[in-house]
């Protein structure tokens, strides 16, 4: 059954709060309605997650960002495991602790409604500040790649990919050795990659 536009922009909406990027919804959802029909993007394959984020050999910087690109391939990977432990256990390397059981509701819901993650983001990032055990991370977000898909008919809703250019400034917070997304702020100003 496909969503009429009006159904699947809210479903994009619903999408991206859940992620933590409630100002993001309502952005998404301005230019939803008139998104026009394309070619799906190809679902991304799994990317191999950086293994020494703490690694000497890396910048501050480096790991900041690995962080961050991490995280959004945790959250596609949490969504599409269907199952709590596993999103939990995904999760618990990009997102302090006090944020996953309301990551873990919504996918609770996502998984009712038999929707798991396609594709991924792909970031843009122009910036990274670091103080201490904050870092401050300035993106151009593109979530016109990552979308929704039914887990039993496998079956892509393409009206629930985001748009491609989303500025945004994430805070990550250093804890136990680890960068962790704690906070996304939207910026209503365009961005350019």
């Excluded at 992620?19 to 952005?27: I, K, N, Q, R, W």
């Excluded at 900041?64 to 596993?86: E, H, I, P």
Aim: charged letters at 15%.
């Amino acid at each position: 059954m496909s969503l009429p536009v009006v159904g699947r922009c809210r479903l994009l909406s619903a999408r991206l709060a859940i992620a933590g990027l409630a100002g993001a919804a309502a952005l998404a959802t301005a230019g939803c309605a008139a998104q026009p029909q394309a070619a799906l993007p190809r679902k991304s394959a799994a990317l191999a997650v950086p293994a020494a984020l703490a690694s000497p050999s890396l910048t501050a910087r480096q790991r900041v960002v690995a962080a961050y690109d991490g995280y959004w391939q945790a959250y596609a990977d949490a969504m599409s495991s269907l199952n709590a432990g596993k999103a939990r256990s995904i999760l618990a390397g990009y997102v302090p602790a006090a944020g996953i059981a309301a990551r873990i509701r919504a996918y609770q819901r996502d998984w009712a409604a038999h929707d798991i993650a396609y594709g991924g983001a792909v970031t843009h990032v122009l910036s990274v500040r670091i103080r201490g055990q904050r870092a401050t991370l300035h993106d151009c977000l593109d979530l016109s790649h990552l979308g929704v898909q039914s887990d039993r008919t496998g079956r892509v809703v393409p009206g629930s990919f985001g748009l491609p250019r989303l500025n945004f400034y994430i805070t990550l917070v250093l804890s136990g050795g680890r960068w962790l997304v704690s906070n996304m702020q939207p910026v209503v100003v365009p961005c350019e990659p």
